[in-house]
């Protein structure tokens, strides 16, 4: 088959790619870098630069295509609400009907846990949760509003969708969670917040490349299945400080103590908001009221529709997990 995966440099597209190479598929990657950091050589793969939001992906590359993994989005917890919206929502939009003018019928979207948040505890979480409604998070709105897009054009017999909503990706080479996390507390800027006994849900990213070819292969086998969410999880919520703390030690690291009340991070999390709007702030701002809510509260989801419908279940545990990642964390 051939298969476009766009982000397919990125973190999850890069394990969603070496498992497609595996199975002998010819794939295309996509990506806004014209030289991306970890470009690969193989027979089957091609890539391309692409901006998704500017342009639609040329014909000669997308011609033939048997499936999508719409995998690129624009992460983040600062910046400008139209950059996401761009990013997020008007690309998929634009995929979606590249896909339909050349006759590409099957298309994976990779969302988000975070489209249906709310500022309370999350736990064991399934998909009847409603989608947020209102703006003021950048990602997890434009993410909401994308997945409806991709959910609203399964046609069954004729165009196949679906959307994937793996929870906190982590594993080897994550650009994102546990590197700031470290890098935060060695510079004594990291604190509990709230109570710090809340559970979290952290998917590693090879359960989330595991689902993703599940997935397509339920939709090859069934021609009417997709136009649902599926919530993938690692299936197994840790409480998430006393984790880090592990993490930590493991490092050789002090243990994580100190701690800030949930209203006080979230009244600062408001306030920084505010402040980062301004010009001359630049990257994200340290706190925000979603992250102070994230880092609060429970966030846990289950599994049950990802394993009946395709039979989605975690490949590598928890446990597991960490002692592949561990030598690559002593390295940063």
Known sequence: MKIVVTGGMG?????????????????????RSANPRNARSHPNLSYHCVDLSQRKIPEEIIRGTDLV????????IGGRYSDYYSANYLSTVQLLETCKEHGVSRFIFTSSPS?????????????SLPYLNHSAFAYAHTKALAEKHVLLAHKPGSFQSLALRPH??????DPHLLPRVIQRHKAGK???????RNRMDLTHVKNVAHAHLLAMQKMIADERFGGKPYFISQDEPVALWGWLNEIFLA???????????????????WLMEKVWQLPFFKGDPPMTRFVASQLAHD?????????????YSPILSMEDGLKETLPWLRTL
């Open 190 to 196: 990291l604190r509990i917040v709230g109570e710090g």
């Open 69 to 76: 993994f719409h995998i690129a989005a624009k992460a983040g």
């Open 251 to 269: 490092l050789q690291l002090p243990p994580l103590e100190s701690k800030v009340s949930f209203r006080k991070a979230y009244l600062a999390g």
């Open 115 to 127: 489209v249906v948040f709310s500022q309370k505890s999350i736990s064991n979480g399934n998909e």
């Open 11 to 31: 973190f999850i597209g890069s394990s969603v790619l070496t498992r497609l190479l595996a199975l002998e598929h010819k794939i295309v990657a996509i990506g």
């Open 168 to 173: 906190l990706v982590w594993g080897t080479a």
């Open 299 to 311: 966030h846990w989801f289950s599994n049950k529709e990802a394993l009946s419908d395709f039979g």
